[in-house]
Every structure is written in C-alpha cells, then in structure tokens.
C-alpha cells in the first residue's frame, strides 16, 4: 500500500515536471558582415538607458496602449543593456570600415574618437506585428571638451516581423537595431567629412 501511494507520488511528480514549459533564450544578433580591417574612426558605445520596464530578463510583449505581458519562459540571453550596444557596435565596424569600434564593456574605448550615448525610450516586441524601438542618441568628440555634444539623433524604428512567433520578433528587433546603426554612421561620416 505504501509501495503504491509512494510510486503515484512519483508519477505525479514526473508528470508535473515533463508539464513544465521549458524556458526559451533569445539574443539579438548584428546584421552587418564581419569587422572591417579599414582605417576608418574608433568608436565606442559609451552607456545606454532603457526603460524599466524591459530592463529584465524575461521578453516583455506588448499587449495594447496601455498593457504588457511578462513572458516568464521566454528570456534574453544577455541583459538589453550589454545586447544593444554590442549589436550597435558590431552593425557600426562594418559601415565606418573600422575595426576599432567597441563597448564601454570592452574596457578598450576609453579614448576612442566618437563616444556615443544611446537612450532607448521604447522596445515594443509583439508577435506577428511590428516591432518598435525608439532611440535618441548623442556623438561626442573626443577632442573637445569633457561633455561637450557634437550632434544629437533621434529615430522611430518599425520593423514588421516575419512570422507570428518570439524568433520572428527578435529578429525584427535585430533589424531595427542595424537600421539605428546606419543612422548613427551617417552621422559619424558626416563628422568625419567636415573634418572635426
């Protein structure tokens, strides 16, 4: 009898745990080709802001106007606050044909050329639909004064995605972060054409 009850515990247990969702990692990837070996400027990607409330581990999927869903078994890989700015970098080297182009996490941008800030305002995900990011963004030159701006940018990225599952989302994401990078170089060569 005890035998028994302690097997259908068991099997209880066992069906419980073979129920449980298992948790799905995304991570955002660059769409540009590998790192430049040209000679264009170092840049780094000195900090970046997020709003609170996808500044978490778990995908937030937009809901309406006013409402989101906390996607607890689907989850980012790495924190947005490492993710953006190493897909940004890793979009920028290619477009500036510059290998020197990092993250304030790499520890080797310190004295790059351009620093720029990024301040992300929206990070809308939804599934089937279009993906959101609304971003400004400040370029400082090194050689002036700690502080000084140079040129400020701001955008309003969509991005339909190409199917109606969380993949799909991310990689529209992924898509509007190359777009935001491209935005940012144009600006980094117009800086570079006046001769600044």
């Avoid at 996808?54 to 947005?80: F, I, Y």
Wanted: negative net charge; glycine residues 8%; contains cysteine.
């Amino acid at each position: 009898m005890i035998r028994s009850f302690i097997l259908s515990v068991a099997a209880a247990v066992l069906a419980c745990a073979c129920s449980t969702p298992q948790d799905r990692f995304y991570t955002l990837i660059g769409d540009a080709p590998a790192a430049s070996s040209g000679n264009g400027p170092s840049v780094t990607i000195a900090s970046i802001a997020l709003p609170e409330a996808v500044d978490r581990s778990e995908l937030v999927l937009r809901k309406g106007p006013n409402s989101v869903a906390v996607m607890d078994t689907h989850r980012w890989a790495e924190s947005l606050k490492s993710a953006i700015p190493r897909v940004v970098a890793n979009d920028l080297g290619p477009l500036l044909d510059s290998p020197a182009v990092s993250t304030a996490e790499d520890n080797v941008g310190q004295h790059a050329k351009y620093q720029v800030k990024l301040d992300v305002t929206r990070f809308d995900i939804s599934l089937g639909g279009t993906q959101a990011i609304d971003v400004t963004w400040a370029i400082h030159r090194a050689s002036d004064t700690p502080g000084a701006l140079d040129v400020t940018g701001k955008a309003a990225l969509r991005v339909a995605a190409g199917g109606g599952d969380f993949d799909a989302a991310v990689a529209a994401q992924s898509q509007a972060l190359a777009q935001l990078s491209g935005e940012i170089a144009k600006q980094i060569r117009g800086l570079e054409k006046s001769g600044n």
